[in-house]
């Protein structure tokens, strides 16, 4: 809990983490990059594999194509159909998940550790095999088609996407589930053809976390991904950025309010005074923005502010969610708490902050799926992984005179804000 003893608050976080790190970097001859860290007290063990096929490399007319493959390809692979598919990995007591991102399609696995040379086996056939069956194709594009209606009735979900749209340049803010005449559009070709260009392993990640033999793991990702042959990656053009302010009509009670500033990426040396200028403001029910806009005022049901990065470039990202009627004082207020952050943060806040992040540290040692999620991550924004130890040095060593610093030469400012409701908002002067 945020709100623990004092004496345990100021204790160094690598002090917690008791158990050392093991991290294993092996790259194949075709560019795929295996790394793994044992987590040998667990019986568990899990894998995240990043492939190069993003959202950013639909065509222009085909927006949602790559998540429209990433349905396709799991309806049956190798010697499976889309039925036995399902039956061997739910056999193997298999948790899974997949999903499309900017950069990156990426599926994920969870399983008792004796069962993983059987699950990657399945996995490899998934990624390098797939049937994409015909007579299955429009199932998938019924699939699509409810993601995007889905998304029609999460009103804060869309005022988010609309706002990563505005703040970054095409087409990095594009949405992974497309539009409703991209998935139309599409025909199987397009998706055999998105398959064969980047479903490959140049810029392949796979992070495996928990318990296992690592001269077995090696092995293994030779034998199913050793001669998977790798292609030319075509070269991407941004556009520009989406507009500063916008508002999307909705008749309902409620507003949806989205606001962003840029910020720094993963990658930079100052990321970590960034990450704790914005738990500050947003991390836990101490934080700012919960206790001035929701606690103290009661001016909004949910109100959040985050971290966002691509590789090269970062945001900050802020929602919340209130009624028309407060609606306007709620985006003053928020732009208000984002505005005050030049002033500094004060010793208390940090304390609090730092006893957050080192009890989600301590609980990321248990759970080998956030923890392949982690290196698979690190490799992709820094070409190497930060151990647990590692980050808690980098979190102890944050002080209120190096986040301070930070803010007086990178205070919140050329905010992008996107409204969703009935009304649109008064945006206040010198904000953009």
Same mark, same amino acid.
């Given at each position: 809990m945020a709100d623990s003893s004092p004496a345990a608050d100021s204790s160094p976080i690598v002090s917690r983490l008791e158990r050392s790190d093991n991290i294993q970097v092996h790259e194949l001859a075709n560019g795929m990059v295996v790394l793994a860290e044992s987590m040998d007290? &667990?019986?568990?063990?899990?894998?995240? &594999?990043? &492939?190069?096929a993003g959202c950013v490399l639909d065509p222009g007319d085909r927006l949602g194509l790559s998540n429209f493959a990433c349905e396709m390809v799991q309806r049956g692979c190798g010697s499976r159909d889309s039925r036995q598919f399902i039956e061997e990995l739910d056999g193997l007591g298999v948790e899974r998940s997949c999903g499309v991102s900017s950069s990156h399609t990426t599926y994920g696995a969870a399983m008792p550790f004796e069962r993983l040379p059987a699950a990657l086996a399945i996995y490899a056939d998934l990624v390098r095999r797939p049937h994409l069956p015909a007579d299955q194709f429009e199932d998938g594009r019924q699939v699509?088609?409810?993601?995007?209606?889905?998304?029609? *009735?999460? &009103?804060?979900?869309?005022?988010m996407l609309e706002l990563r749209r505005c703040q970054y340049p095409s087409p990095w803010g594009r949405p992974s589930t497309g539009d409703l005449a991209g998935v139309m559009a599409a025909k199987l070709d397009d998706v055999q053809a998105f398959f064969a260009q980047h479903y490959q392993p140049r810029g392949a990640v796979l992070a495996v976390a928990g318990k296992f033999s690592w001269p077995d793991l090696r092995s293994l990702t030779e034998r199913l991904f050793g001669d998977w042959t790798p292609r030319d990656?075509?070269?991407?053009?941004?556009?520009?950025?989406g507009e500063?302010?916008?508002?999307?009509?909705? *008749?309902?009670?409620q507003t949806q309010i989205a606001v962003s500033y840029d910020s720094v990426p993963y990658s930079h040396p100052d990321y970590y005074e960034a990450r704790g200028a914005v738990g500050v403001l947003s991390d836990g029910m101490s934080s700012r923005l919960f206790t001035e806009v929701r606690e103290n005022r009661g001016l909004a049901y949910s109100v959040f502010a985050s971290c966002h990065s691509l590789r090269d470039r970062g945001a900050v990202m802020c929602y919340a969610g209130t009624s028309t009627e407060l609606a306007q004082q709620t985006l003053d207020v928020l732009l208000y708490e984002l505005r005050r952050l030049r002033e500094g943060i004060q010793p208390e806040e940090l304390r609090r902050l730092k006893a957050r992040i080192k009890s989600n540290l301590i609980m990321q040692q248990e759970s080998s799926s956030s923890r392949a999620g982690s290196i698979a991550g690190d490799w992709f924004h820094?070409?190497?992984?930060?151990?647990?130890?590692?980050?808690?040095?980098?979190? *102890?060593?944050?002080?209120? *005179?190096?986040?301070?610093?930070?803010l007086a030469g990178n205070a919140p400012q050329g905010f992008t804000v996107v409204t969703l409701g009935a009304q649109p908002l008064e945006i206040p002067n010198g904000v953009s």
């Open positions: 007290w &667990l019986e568990s063990v899990s894998f995240c &594999l990043l &492939l190069p699509c088609l409810q993601e995007l209606r889905a998304l029609e *009735d999460d &009103l804060a979900q869309r005022v990656s075509p070269p991407l053009v941004s556009g520009a950025r500063t302010h916008v508002h999307l009509p909705h *008749d309902s009670a820094l070409q190497s992984v930060r151990t647990l130890q590692e980050i808690g040095r980098k979190v *102890d060593a944050l002080s209120c *005179d190096s986040i301070n610093a930070y």
